[in-house]
């Protein structure tokens, strides 16, 4: 982060602790961080991945902001690399994680193919369909398929 950067954000945690800024200034600024973290990083070729539940602190009206990620790289041998890659830059910018299951996915970028399958042994299946849903948010022009075979 720039120091401009950082300087912005202690100025406004300095005005909501002395009073002068509202609880409101700070939701905004919970909802950028999230905003800002992108849905779907997936690589090329077939690769294990994770879904993950991405959430701020709770706000004081009770709310807990939160979105669903997913991340797959071919460089990790396990979930587990994937996730604490994730979780622990994520936690550098003050938001919480959560894996939600895993699974395996193959992209097929020449053919616009995409297949989500098999599930995780650390963190059990991944929610298959959600996981299509969130590609489709970045690959729309892509045939996603789900399957319960294969790990």
Request: glycine residues 10%.
């Amino acid at each position: 982060m720039s120091i401009c950067r950082l300087a912005a954000v202690h100025n406004i945690l300095r005005k909501i602790v002395s009073g002068g800024a509202s609880c409101r200034t700070f939701a905004k600024m919970v909802d950028a961080k999230l905003d800002a973290v992108p849905v779907v990083e997936i690589d090329e070729g077939i690769f294990k991945y994770v879904l993950i539940k991405v959430y701020a602190k709770e706000q004081a009206d009770g709310t807990e902001p939160s979105k669903l990620i997913v991340r797959g790289f071919d460089r990790a041998q396990w979930h587990s690399d994937i996730y604490d890659e994730v979780s622990s830059s994520l936690m550098g910018l003050g938001l919480e994680t959560e894996c939600l299951g895993g699974g395996r996915i193959e992209n097929r970028p020449d053919l616009k193919q995409i297949k989500v399958y098999g599930y995780s042994q650390g963190y059990g299946k991944a929610d298959h369909l959600e996981t299509r849903r969130l590609l489709l948010t970045k690959y729309a022009d892509h045939n996603i398929s789900c399957s319960d075979e294969g790990y």
